[in-house]
Each structure stands twice: as C-alpha cells, then as structure tokens.
C-alpha cells in the first residue's frame, strides 16, 4: 500500500511539474491532441513500473529470506494491481487539470486582451514627459498666442454690432401674432472668456426666443423629468403650452407677479382671439418643439432680415455650414474673413440656463428630435470672470487652458479628432482653480500649473470619469447663483461615451499622450524667437 503511495505521489508531481499552467516558464506548450498526450502517459507509466520492478526484485533478493518468496510474489502482485488503480486516478487528475487549463484560457483571454490594451498606456504618463520650460513657453505665449487675442477684440466687436443690426431687422419682418419673438442676443464661450486661440477665431452668440402671445414654452430637464433615461443626462424637452393649460389663462409667470397679484393682460376677462394659423415648430403629433423645424424657420428668418440690410454693408454674408443655420460668414472685399455662430435657444424659466439644439463648437447634422441639451456657458463665463477677481494680476489660468487648447488642436490635425474636446479642457481648469490657492496662479508659475491641468486631465481619462462643472458639484460658489436643484443634482460624467466606447476612449488616450510627447517640439515650432532671444531662420 505505501509503495501505491508513492508511486501515485511521483506521478502527480511528475505532472506538475511538466504543466505548462502551473509552471509557465520552465515548460512548452502542451499539445492539444489527447490521443498524443495519452501516448506519453502510458509510455511513463511502462517506464516506472519497469524500474519499480526492478528496485524491488533487487530489494527482495537482498534484504528476504528465500522462504518468503512466495509472500514477495504476492505482494508484487499486490503493488501491481494497487499501481493500476492509483496510475488510472492519477491520469484522471492530469486530465482533469488539462481540461480546466483550457477552460481558463478560452474563458479569459478577451479579458486579458482588454487589460492589455489599456495597460499599454501605463508607461507613458505625465511624469515622463518633458514639457518646455517657462522661458520658450513665456517667448511661445507672447510671439503667438497674445496677438491672436488682439485680433479677438476686433472681431468681437464687429460681430457685436452686425448681430445687433441683423436681429433688429428679423424682429422688423416678423408678425408678431403668428410669429416667434426674437430677443437681444448674448455672448458665450472662449472668445468672450478670453481664452480662444484656434483660427479662424469664431465668436458665439445665442439668440433667445418665444412663442406669440398667448402660447408659452415649458421646459422639462432631466433633473425634473423622471421619463428622461441615463442616456439623456444634459437633454430635455420643451412644450409649447397653450392658454386652455393655465387654470387662470394667464401664461404670466407668477412668481414674478405674485399669488395674489391681477395679470390684467392675460385676465380670462381679456378675451384674446387664438390665431389658429400660426406654427409653433412642434413635432409630428405632439406639442414638443423639434428642433429641425426650428433650425428651417432660423434659417428662413435670417435670410430674409439679411436680405433687408444688406445694402448697408460691403461684404458677403454667406451660412459656414448647410447642418448648422446660424453658423455666418462674412467676407470682405479685401479677402478677410469674420466668422460666427448665432444659435436660437430656449430659457429655461427665469434662469441663465438655455436649451440649445447643439453647441456651436460641435455642429451636428440637422434632425427632427424633440430632446434638447442644456447650456451653462453663462454661469460658466460668469465664474471664471468673478475667480479671476481672486487671483494675482497677470495670473497664468487662461494662459495654461490656451496653451492646452493649441496643442490639443495641433495634435488633432495630425492624429485626427477623437473624444476630448476643449470643452473638457475648460472643465479640467474651473475644477483646478477651486482646489489649488489663488497664490499658485501667478504668471511665474505657468510651467507648474500647466503640468498640474495635464496631470488631473490624464488621471480623469484612465479613470474615465470627468463630471460636468455645474451639475451636482457642492463646492461651486454661491457668486455663480445656479439654480439649487442643478447644484444637488447627480453629478454628470461628461466620460460616459469612453465607458460605453472602447474604441473612441483607445482612440482618445493614444491622442493625448502623442499630444504630450510632442508639446515641446510643437512650441518652438511655432515661437518665433529661440531662448536666447535669437531670431528662429526662416
């Protein structure tokens, strides 16, 4: 029985040994075909049973009496018929080990292939790369970046008062019982933030605007509407309303007038005719506004105001782009060329929150949908402007998100677009600015931050996690003045998509770590003046 044992036991460890699951490095690969692996087993196992025989007769003849011979011969048998039992287990377990092996390798293989892919990455991380120092990055920002925002204030200007001048006429051409209400328009985004430096420099402006009397627009966001899936996080909807939806008939908004205040305009003792006429931009079979009815009549509206002031001017108003009506160009006689976006949005109740049917930085392909995404750029405009109050003159917070946005751009010319818009760019500085002093933003520290908003960018991108500014962020100040329910709100992942994408987030994270590796190179390509202040040759 105890040479069972170890016959077994050297068995076992024999195939341990020679496993190539357990011992990967010491070992080949085993052959898939089992008739193969049978072969050799029974080949090992004559071998053993060949010297165990042997060592045993060689033992017996020793160590035994000559009449105990026939007690040998039994116990020989003995061993053997114990050896066909415990040889067959061992085969059974070598098998059986075989087949999980196998079962293993199938079932984690497109698992490891996908932690493989993203531990690709792992060696290139911000503390690699070296970025330019603070004097090619002072020479970079004054010899390019500056004078492209000399030439913003221009275009702001100008575009200012041709915006003015085109809504007027609109509003002249409009009926105003059957006709949607044009409002002033406002200005957003980086040209008006001062932080643009991407050509051509394109300014943004939304153009507010209402249903005729007595309809109104009700807005429904995500936070308020529980019918608005996890997909549609930063979407809502908007429903045009009638004088029958009101109890009192009134489409005043009654915390302006108080509850117990008389709206003599909209009392059901004024008994306004409803113009049964007028289009009021819904979907099909609904009373949601669609946003492709509202780009067609932008459209129409735009073409007709121009049409009426267009012998005042000197130049050509021409749309950038068919999908996106309120994207203008003006071209002068002398070839310049002034660019800008006017978009028609929707306010959301008393606020400075507007639905908008895209942003004008992405333009998208014109669609009939009722689902509109929410616009904070006014709050986000109003905090970097009130922050910037806090922080030391000449501070370098818009400097770092210029220089990240101009090679942000720069890589994507190169490797293509990807996820990362400058939209998160932005997003990554507000939420630096609140967690660093406002000490650590003087312009002698530009190097440091701007390493500071590559490393939060890239931790945001491996965790596939960047929440939205605005929504849910318990640490925004009260100076913003953004409506309470946002503020509690779930936070917003703006990475969702690189969660739900694989390929777009490879696609993004390989872009961002080119775009490192080649900062430096892409600065002095583009500064005009070595670090020792001579001239680059031409």
């Known amino acids: 029985m105890h040479g069972g044992i170890f016959k077994v036991c050297l068995v076992v460890v024999t195939a341990i040994v020679n496993h190539p699951l357990l011992f990967p490095n010491n070992s080949t690969a085993v052959p898939a075909d089992d008739d193969f692996i049978h ?3 029974r080949e090992r196992e004559e071998n053993l049973k060949k010297h165990l025989l042997e060592l045993e007769q060689l033992l017996s003849r020793q160590e035994e009496p000559a009449e105990d011979d026939a007690k040998t011969e039994s116990k020989e048998l003995e061993g053997e018929s114990g050896w066909d039992l415990w040889s067959t287990v061992s085969m059974v377990i070598f098998l059986m080990i075989e087949v999980w092996r196998q079962d293993f390798k199938d079932n984690n293989s497109p698992e490891q292939s996908k932690e493989e892919d993203d531990l690709v990455f792992i060696g290139n991380n911000c503390h690699g790369v070296v970025l330019p120092d603070k004097p090619i ?4 920002y004054d010899q390019y970046i500056h004078a492209t925002t000399h030439d913003a204030v221009r275009s702001r200007e100008f575009v200012e008062g041709f915006a003015d001048d085109l809504l007027e006429a609109l509003r002249s051409l409009c009926n105003r019982d059957a006709d949607m209400e044009v409002e002033d328009s406002i200005c957003i985004g980086s040209m008006y933030e001062n932080w643009r430096v991407n050509r051509p420099l ?3 402006l939304l153009v507010p605007f209402a249903p005729p009397e007595p309809y109104r627009f009700r807005c429904q966001p995500w936070v308020s509407d529980p019918s608005l899936g996890p997909d549609k996080q930063s979407y809502g909807t908007i429903l045009v309303c009638g004088p029958d939806d009101e109890p009192s008939g009134c489409v005043c908004d009654k915390k302006r007038l108080g509850e117990d205040m008389l ?3 909209h009392h059901p003792t004024n008994n306004r005719k409803v113009n049964k006429d007028i289009n009021l931009l819904c979907s099909t079979n609904t009373n949601y506004l669609d946003i492709g009815q509202v780009m067609k009549w932008f459209q129409t509206a735009v073409t007709k105001a121009w ?3 267009s012998h005042k001017y000197e130049f050509e108003l021409t749309f950038s782009h068919l999908d996106s009506p309120g994207a203008l160009r003006v071209k002068f006689k002398s070839g310049k060329v002034i660019s800008f976006n006017i978009t028609p949005v929707v306010q959301y109740e008393d606020t400075d929150l507007y639905f908008i049917s895209h942003f004008p930085s992405m333009p998208r392909e014109v669609s009939s949908g009722i689902y509109w995404m929410l616009s904070f750029a006014v709050y986000e405009r109003r905090f970097l402007k009130d922050f910037a109050k806090k922080l030391p003159d000449n501070s370098c917070h818009l400097s770092c998100l210029q220089i990240m946005t101009f090679l942000h751009s720069k890589q994507c010319h190169i490797t293509g677009s990807s996820g990362l818009t400058t939209y998160h760019l932005k997003t990554v500085l507000m ?4 967690s660093r002093p406002s000490t650590d933003w003087g312009n002698v520290l530009l190097e440091e931050r701007l390493r500071d908003m590559f490393k939060s960018l890239e931790k945001s991108l491996l965790e596939k996690k960047l929440n939205h500014f605005m929504v849910g ?7 913003v003045n953004l409506p309470e329910h946002f503020r509690v709100a779930e936070p917003l992942n703006l990475f969702r998509s690189f969660v739900l994408n694989r390929d777009l987030y490879q696609k993004t994270l390989s872009m961002f770590y080119e775009m490192l590796k080649n900062a430096t190179v892409v600065i002095n390509e583009y500064s005009l003046h070595l670090p020792n202040g001579t001239t680059k040759p031409s």
């Open 137 to 140: 990055l002072t020479i970079f």
């Open 39 to 41: 072969q050799k087993l």
């Open 473 to 479: 962020n318990s640490k925004l100040p009260n100076t």
């Open 263 to 265: 709206c003599l305009l």
């Open 307 to 309: 049409s009426k002031i």
């Open 202 to 204: 394109i300014c943004d």
């Open 431 to 434: 939420y630096l600015l609140l």
